[in-house]
């Protein structure tokens, strides 16, 4: 990001930090996350075939595929386990 945009951004954070700084006595040490590498199966669905064409279509339009819109929507209606 460039601009007005990145300096909004860094200073929200900043001030967020400060804010965590100030109202923590005792700092945690936090992990970072592992992401282990899953092995992907196969999830399927019976939908009509016009509904599937029309789907495909519009991912297409915005250059994604139906995998990765089907996958975030279920991520942020269910979250990741």
């Known amino acids: 990001m460039t601009g007005k945009y990145r300096d909004l951004l860094k200073k929200a ?3 967020n930090q400060k804010s965590v700084d100030d109202n923590t006595e005792i700092q945690e040490t936090v992990k970072p996350e592992i992401q282990v590498e899953e092995k992907e199966v ?8 016009s509904w599937r064409q029309h789907w495909v279509a519009e991912c ?3 250059g994604k595929t139906l995998k990765e819109v089907v996958t975030k929507m279920l991520t ?5 386990p």
């Open 42 to 49: 196969s999830l399927t669905i019976k939908v009509p075939i």
């Open 13 to 15: 954070k900043q001030a």
């Open 76 to 80: 942020e209606k269910y979250g990741k």
């Open 60 to 62: 297409k339009r915005e």
